[in-house]
Nanobody, 120 residues
Framework: QVQLVESGGGLVQAGGSLRLSCAAS????????MGWYRQAPGKQRELVAS???????IYADSIQGRFTISRDNAKNTVYLQMNSLKPEDTAVYYC??????????????WGQGTQVTVSS
């Protein structure tokens, strides 16, 4: 089993900043991609940003230049620094990781989600 624990969500005014963290634990040999997704009420879950073990990143167009994803491979932790937040960034943010846990078993795990609310 692989568990993901997220933290850092909350309520912030437009223009403010938040930093999300997601720590993976359990039976892990290696983690390939770590990413953040979000789901706003009435909308589908969408990719916000992802980062590979080697540091290659992908960002959604809507957050380009405002959010930064990073990871600490030694701690199996991924971060999302969110600056210049807008009301449309309001959503539940989910962490996702893909990796290998040995014995020819791979995993893809989701966190429980953390609410981010941006007031205007």
């Amino acid at each position: 089993q692989v568990q993901l624990v997220e933290s850092g969500g909350g309520l912030v005014q437009a223009g403010g900043s938040l930093r999300l963290s997601c720590a993976a634990s359990g039976n892990i040999v290696s983690i390939n991609v770590m990413g953040w997704y979000r789901q706003a009420p009435g909308k589908q879950r969408e990719l916000v940003a992802s980062i590979t073990h080697g540091g290659r990143t992908i960002y959604a167009d809507s957050i380009q230049g405002r959010f930064t994803i990073s990871r600490d491979n030694a701690k199996n932790t991924v971060y999302l620094q969110m600056n210049s937040l807008k009301p449309e960034d309001t959503a539940v943010y989910y962490c996702n990781t893909d990796g290998y846990r040995g014995s020819y078993q791979w995993f893809s795990s989701w966190g429980q989600g953390t609410q981010v609310t941006v007031s205007s």
